[in-house]
């Protein structure tokens, strides 16, 4: 067989697992959805499955990782679009699998899925963004610090909201609305000097900054 044939052969296994478990996430939780059922489901044998994924958290992270690295290579200077426009096609993205996401991110989601989510988002931040001022947390590196760990949990609550609301705005307006959101974020940070500290307590039993 050509070289070219095996990869034809390759994506449309690929495809056909990615719509099989896109169709049983909508009938049952992920963490109970096993390789067999989504092989049944695609028609293709688990030793095609196994050449392509480890498991089935495998085949999540690829179809989620091609998406991001469309806009960390932007961010890092690896595309012509600007970054907001790489980022609109990431929410593009997830609207197109928006059960997928919707699933895993859902009130019987996946928590495994959640935190990745969680830390890639946050780690696109620390790397990629601005933060010439924000501390990191106490013997940590500058990823694990507030601002990155906060905007990384933003993006994902935004992501979260705009599917359970069924998607109400364009992904150009709620990839814009975030973006503006986490620039005001930073732009916070970027005025700290040092670790922010609590003050006394007021006479409500609450701190002051």
Same mark, same amino acid.
């Given at each position: 067989?050509?070289?070219?044939?095996?990869?034809?052969?390759?994506?449309?296994?690929?495809?056909?697992?990615? !719509?099989? =478990?896109?169709?049983?996430?909508? !009938?049952?939780?992920?963490?109970?959805?096993?390789?067999?059922?989504?092989?049944?489901?695609?028609?293709?044998?688990?030793?095609?499955?196994?050449?392509?994924?480890?498991?089935?958290? !495998? =085949?999540?992270?690829?179809?989620?990782?091609?998406?991001?690295?469309?806009?960390?290579?932007?961010?890092?200077?690896?595309?012509?679009?600007?970054?907001?426009?790489?980022?609109?096609?990431?929410?593009?993205?997830?609207?197109?699998?928006?059960?997928?996401?919707?699933?895993?991110?859902?009130?019987?989601?996946?928590?495994?899925?959640?935190?990745?989510?969680?830390?890639?988002?946050?780690?696109?931040?620390?790397?990629?963004?601005?933060?010439?001022?924000? *501390?990191?947390?106490?013997?940590?590196?500058?990823?694990?610090?507030?601002?990155?760990?906060?905007?990384?949990?933003?993006?994902?609550?935004?992501?979260?909201?705009?599917?359970?609301?069924?998607?109400?705005?364009? *992904?150009?307006?709620?990839?814009?609305?975030?973006?503006?959101?986490? !620039?005001?974020?930073?732009?916070?940070?970027?005025?700290?000097?040092?670790?922010?500290? =609590?003050?006394?307590?007021?006479?409500?039993?609450?701190?002051?900054?």
């Amino acid at each position: 067989m050509s070289q070219s044939a095996d990869n034809l052969r390759v994506r449309r296994t690929r495809k056909l697992l990615r !719509e099989a =478990l896109i169709e049983l996430i909508d !009938e049952r939780d992920f963490e109970r959805l096993t390789v067999g059922e989504i092989t049944e489901r695609a028609m293709v044998s688990r030793a095609a499955f196994y050449r392509n994924y480890r498991d089935k958290y !495998e =085949l999540v992270e690829q179809i989620f990782d091609e998406a991001m690295s469309a806009v960390l290579g932007t961010m890092a200077g690896g595309g012509a679009d600007p970054p907001l426009d790489r980022w609109v096609v990431f929410f593009e993205h997830v609207g197109e699998y928006h059960r997928l996401y919707g699933a895993l991110l859902g009130r019987r989601g996946s928590p495994w899925f959640a935190t990745r989510m969680r830390g890639t988002l946050a780690d696109m931040v620390s790397e990629h963004l601005e933060i010439p001022n924000a *501390p990191p947390s106490p013997g940590r590196g500058k990823a694990d610090g507030l601002v990155p760990t906060v905007l990384g949990a933003m993006f994902v609550q935004a992501i979260t909201w705009w599917l359970d609301q069924g998607r109400p705005v364009a *992904p150009q307006v709620i990839a814009t609305q975030t973006a503006k959101l986490a !620039e005001a974020v930073i732009n916070e940070a970027n005025h700290w000097t040092s670790q922010p500290t =609590l003050a006394k307590s007021t006479d409500h039993g609450l701190p002051r900054a």
